[in-house]
């Protein structure tokens, strides 16, 4: 049985979306099991759907919500009652809790599982992994897109290795082809910092690194993982996301502008129905945070219960195929390589 | 008379688009005059269909060209007789010359621009500020786009008044809204770097700030200026470009997937040509290299004749109002202000 903590306050969608998205996972997978913490009595009334599988379900009660309008590390002291630092708290103290999924404030997520949960060993700091969509009906994951904003060549090979591993474990990629993500696709672009991570993830065997990469090729379908700082990482996806979205919008606005416009695109109804669900990153799970020694998965605020199951799943995934452990011994081998070697 | 130093090599569309370009701009500025710098033959050739407005061209033999294949700092020492080389050294020693355009390698344009032409009193390091459209059919600079890797918050600054004074000298915008590119919109986001660069813009006069920004936002319509370091820059306006041609290229693909959407797009021919003529970059001009003394405007590589005039009206402009001569002066009451203030 793999235990999963759910911190059901937070999101947009409240408790009707993380509990659904319990009821849904458990109802996917019969070996796991699910700690619910927020509202109790909503937690209850929305699990009271499904009595059979809600026997696989224990409820915290933590009524208290961290927004993203608290200051992640005044929350961390101030809100002791909220699901969030319940959550956390639980994880750090119970062996038999594999991981958990939160929709809740970043900031306050990412403050809380540095400090409180401990990293894998050998792991400099932890970064967040999400994933889009390619043109060419495949994943990218970008490693780190925002947990940390100033790093090391030697953070940017953990983040190449962790985010490698990740794409294996959880979405079966094999020999993932890693990029560092860059001002230009020569070896010389970019700084100093660039450089050094450059030929560190050239050596390194346990990394499939294709060399540098641009912003314009994330979505081609060239590369499986980005390999990037916190700042560069997070400003690209917010960019790929905000782009889309614009262009979308501005197509539909356009159409709308003539009859025969509105005419033709009667036939592509569909055709922009798919578009639009091709863009929503909710079909492609949360954003996982990656070497810390229990799985800690973020998902959308904005997530309804499909998107809170497939959270679950990603780290229920990640559990079973012993993420954590793996990453430990490869990490080991590195640093024995960068001593020895 | 405003004088300005065309490199007519370098570009993907050879002399055929600069000396076009060339013709073009011409016959719009009658006080424009240009210096044509490449294959003297092969420019006098292209020249010689309007002998009326030619007359206010010269032209320099150098039929050596840089690409992006040469390292700048060694195409710099070995390729002297290189268009680009010839052209910013009569830049440098003729005072009746305003402004350059290239549409060669900008690794080497940046290099060359930075060694040999002085920079505007006061100014730190020049910023490439180029335009993108927005989708409330306006459009909003990028600075830096990839100048510079390494900043300071006081480079942020002034990469802020730079942008600023330059959108409103080309573009006629008003007191533009600039914004500092973040990982997310509230002030303390961010690392060292970028908080000390708020607290200076918030307190500069002469930038109309309107705090942090995300990628996401770029588009929208909400700001005129994205203020960051080269390397986010270059990352954003990269993801930009390369999400939109992506996501094009998939409805494109898709409407060819099925009868009833090809049927569909034929009554939008039209709007989709639109679409694409929107994200043509090249309509809205060249990356300026602002903080130089001397006007340098960067084209695209691909860009035809009439992208190439655009470039060459934008450093005309820029030289007719007077852009760096105001800037100067702006920085100097800045540098007074931090000393006394």
């Given at each position: 049985?793999?235990?999963?903590?759910?911190?059901?306050?937070?999101?947009?969608?409240?408790t009707?979306?993380?509990?659904?998205?319990?009821?849904l996972?458990?109802d996917?997978?019969?070996?796991?099991s699910?700690?619910?913490?927020?509202d109790?009595?909503?937690?209850?009334?929305?699990?009271?759907?499904r009595?059979?599988?809600?026997?696989?379900?224990e409820?915290?009660?933590a009524?208290?919500?961290?927004t993203?309008?608290?200051?992640?590390?005044?929350?961390?002291?101030?809100?002791?009652?909220?699901?969030?630092?319940?959550?956390?708290?639980?994880?750090?103290?119970?062996?038999?809790?594999?991981?958990?999924v939160?929709?809740?404030?970043?900031?306050?997520i990412?403050?809380?599982a540095?400090l409180?949960?401990?990293?894998?060993?050998?792991?400099?700091?932890?970064?967040?992994?999400?994933?889009?969509?390619?043109?060419k009906?495949g994943i990218?994951?970008?490693?780190d897109?925002?947990?940390?904003m100033?790093?090391?060549?030697?953070?940017?090979?953990?983040?190449?290795?962790?985010?490698s591993?990740?794409?294996?474990?959880v979405f079966g990629?094999?020999s993932?082809?890693?990029?560092?993500?860059?001002?230009g696709?020569?070896?010389e672009?970019?700084?100093?910092?660039?450089?050094?991570?450059?030929?560190?993830l050239?050596?390194?065997?346990?990394?499939?690194?294709?060399?540098?990469?641009?912003?314009?090729?994330?979505?081609?379908?060239r590369?499986?993982?980005a390999v990037?700082?916190g700042?560069?990482?997070?400003?690209?996806?917010?960019t790929?996301e905000?782009?889309?979205l614009?262009?979308?919008?501005?197509?539909k606005?356009?159409i709308?502008?003539?009859?025969?416009?509105?005419?033709?695109?009667?036939?592509?109804?569909?055709?922009?129905?798919?578009?639009?669900e091709?863009?929503?990153?909710?079909n492609y799970?949360?954003?996982v945070m990656?070497?810390?020694?229990?799985?800690?998965?973020?998902?959308h605020?904005s997530?309804d219960?499909s998107a809170?199951?497939?959270c679950?799943?990603?780290a229920?995934t990640?559990?079973?195929?012993?993420?954590?452990?793996?990453?430990?011994?490869v990490i080991?081998?590195?640093?024995?390589?960068?001593v020895?070697?």
């Open positions: 049985m793999i235990k999963i903590v759910l911190d059901c306050l937070g999101g947009d969608g409240g009707a979306a993380t509990a659904g998205g319990a009821l996972a458990l996917r997978d019969p070996d796991l699910l700690v619910l913490v927020g109790e009595p909503e937690i209850k009334s929305v699990l009271s759907a009595p059979g599988i809600a026997r696989r379900t409820t915290v009660h009524p208290d919500v961290i993203g309008d608290d200051k992640p590390t005044d929350a961390i002291r101030l809100k002791k009652d909220s699901s969030l630092i319940k959550s956390i708290s639980l994880l750090r103290s119970d062996d038999s809790l594999a991981g958990l939160s929709t809740g404030a970043t900031g306050a990412v403050a809380c540095t409180r949960l401990g990293r894998v060993r050998g792991i400099r700091r932890p970064a967040f992994c999400p994933i889009l969509p390619n043109m009906g990218v994951g970008i490693c897109s925002g947990a940390n100033e790093v090391t060549p030697e953070m940017l090979l953990q983040y190449a290795v962790m985010g591993m990740y794409l294996e474990t990629i094999d993932p082809r890693a990029a560092l993500l860059n001002v696709t020569e070896e672009k970019g700084d100093d910092l660039h450089r050094e991570a450059f030929a560190l050239r050596s390194c065997p346990y990394v499939n690194f294709t060399g540098n990469m641009e912003g314009r090729e994330l979505l081609s379908g590369y499986d993982l990037c700082d700042f560069s990482g997070n400003v690209m996806i917010k790929v905000g782009t889309a614009q262009l979308m919008k501005k197509i606005k356009d709308y502008s003539r009859g025969i416009y509105k005419f033709g695109a009667l036939f592509m109804k569909r055709m922009f129905a798919e578009e639009k091709f863009m929503n990153y909710q799970g949360g954003s990656l070497g810390i020694e229990k799985t800690v998965v973020k998902g605020g997530g219960a809170v199951a497939r679950i799943e990603q229920y990640m559990e079973k195929n012993a993420y954590a452990p793996k990453l430990a011994e080991e081998k590195i640093e024995a390589g960068a020895t070697g």
